[in-house]
């Protein structure tokens, strides 16, 4: 009989299935076949669930997210506000927004809950036009998902953590990235130029943010790390 592992060696072991087990998917592109409500939604199911927690946690008025995709992400946060009964809604922008997403979110019964911003994510215009679209509400969820590049990841952060109130949270996806630069279908350039780059600078300028582990206990992420609380 084999001897049992050491806890620690467990918790290690299971750790590195998940890892595995995250680059096996991703290479696979299984996340393409992810769909919320009929909508390609483009995330990881266990980050979805993860999501889904964090805003019945917050309870947020707004959630501003980057990175529209087909519309998939829009839709989902917009049903769990409708299903929590939170009178909130979305402003999702992207530099180019895709004729299917405009159609998917239309189609959506709850579309009246979502603002499209068509425009780049670090410009003053699209600022401008966000902080019009917030009004000053301070009850406000950050999720970042355009242009994972090291510069424009830092850049979105940067700009993006002024909305966010203390104790409160924004999210940066694929930070997984890093990870995945070895991988069949990986770009060697995410060694180092990639978002988990931009979060670490981003934390060493801004001690008030922090990562939170307890949204990485599903194991299988896209965003390792990536889960950010404000402190102070």
């Known amino acids: ?3 049992p592992l050491a ?3 467990a918790q290690e072991q299971t750790r590195d299935l998940a890892r595995r087990w995250t680059q096996a998917m991703w290479n696979d592109s299984l996340w393409k076949q992810v769909r919320w409500l009929g909508v390609p939604v483009w995330q990881w199911p266990t980050d979805l669930v993860i999501l889904q927690e964090l805003i019945a946690k917050l309870r947020p008025r707004a959630i501003v997210e980057t990175g529209v ?3 998939g992400t829009a839709v989902f946060y917009a049903s769990i506000l409708e299903l929590l009964g939170i009178d909130g809604r979305v402003v999702s922008i992207d530099i180019q927004i895709d004729p299917a997403a405009r159609s998917n ?3 959506f ?3 009246r809950r979502i603002h499209l911003i068509e425009g780049d994510s670090a410009s003053e215009a699209v600022h401008s036009e966000l902080q019009k679209e917030l009004a000053g509400e301070s009850n406000v969820m950050v999720c970042l998902d355009s242009d994972h590049s090291y510069a424009h990841t830092l850049a979105e952060l940067r700009l993006f953590s002024r909305y966010v109130p203390v104790g409160g949270y924004m999210v940066l996806f694929d930070t997984i990235c890093q ?3 070895g991988a069949p279908n990986g770009d060697p350039s995410w060694s180092h130029d990639n978002p988990l780059a931009a979060l670490n600078q981003f934390l060493a300028e801004n001690p008030g943010f922090a990562s939170d582990p307890d949204y990485e206990k599903y194991l299988v992420t896209f965003s390792p790390q990536g889960f950010l609380v404000r402190r102070k």
């Open 105 to 107: 979110i239309a189609a």
């Open 109 to 111: 019964p709850f579309s």
């Open 69 to 71: 995709a087909l519309g």
């Open 7 to 9: 806890p620690d060696a």
């Open 179 to 181: 990870q995945l630069a």
């Open 1 to 3: 009989m084999k001897k």
